[in-house]
């Protein structure tokens, strides 16, 4: 496995149902990402890892908890979401927080039924 | 804070035809400068960036950019387009925000569409 990988590519859950996220980078970078990325909207950043620390969470609603156990995996664990949290979500990592680009995984199609 | 603005949600042209996607930002203070690319059903790819040096930068795949600072600016261009070329496309900005660190800011993207 090269790049960033994300796990499953499509998930489809209702809002009671509990689901986690997988993401893995094999790059050997130390900051790690979720985005979420709706239909006509910009990509909104939702959580910023820095080796393995939580250095930044945009107003994310609590249904969403994340979860970096090492540099090189990213969990996104969803629990009662609604319908309006369908989207793709992606993970990126880059060499560290400050700036340089980022690599993208392929993302997981959501879909909250 | 910083923002991107891609004037055009959509651009529609046609094969071997020129192209030039718009983008705009707010602040030129110490920024880095990144085209992505979108293909269906994929993540983002990196397709060029400007850290320093040149303004005028390039990908392997014929699209160059330039960065204007008086005009904050970072338009991507192609003189020859193909069919392979139909993605979306998002400028993003780097910059050093309230907290001192870089963070990564994004357009709402531009969807290329290459017609026969």
């Known amino acids: 496995e090269t790049g960033v990988t994300q796990t499953p590519r499509h998930l489809v859950m209702g809002m009671t149902n509990k689901k986690s996220l997988k993401c893995e980078q094999h790059l050997g970078h130390n900051a790690m990402y979720w985005y979420k990325q709706s239909a006509k909207k910009p990509l909104e950043l939702m959580f910023v890892?820095?080796?393995?620390?939580?250095?930044e969470n945009n107003s994310v609603p609590s249904r969403f908890s994340p979860e970096c156990p090492n540099s090189s995996h990213l969990f996104l664990h969803l629990h009662t979401l609604q319908p309006e949290d369908s989207a793709l979500y992606l993970c990126?990592?880059?060499?560290?927080?400050?700036?340089?680009?980022?690599?993208f995984g392929p993302g997981t199609r959501l879909t909250v039924t | 804070a910083q923002s991107v603005t891609q004037l055009d949600s959509q651009v529609p042209v046609f094969e071997e035809a020129p192209v030039e996607l718009r983008c705009n930002y707010s602040s030129s203070v110490s920024v880095y400068l990144f085209w992505y690319v979108q293909y269906p059903n994929q993540g983002l790819q990196l397709l060029l960036k400007?850290?320093?040096?040149?303004?005028l930068v390039e990908s392997i795949n014929g699209f160059e950019a330039e960065f204007n600072k008086s005009q904050t600016s970072f338009h991507l261009r192609k003189p020859s387009v193909h069919i392979s070329d139909t993605a979306e496309y998002f400028c993003?900005?780097?910059?050093?925000?309230?907290?001192?660190?870089?963070?990564?800011?994004f357009g709402s993207g531009t969807r290329l569409q290459v017609q026969p």
């Open positions: 990126a990592s880059s060499q560290d927080v400050n700036g340089y680009e980022q690599y």
């Open positions: 890892y820095s080796l393995e620390e939580r250095v």
């Open positions: 400007y850290l320093s040096g040149s303004t």
């Open positions: 993003a900005v780097s910059d050093r925000g309230d907290t001192g660190r870089r963070a990564l800011t």
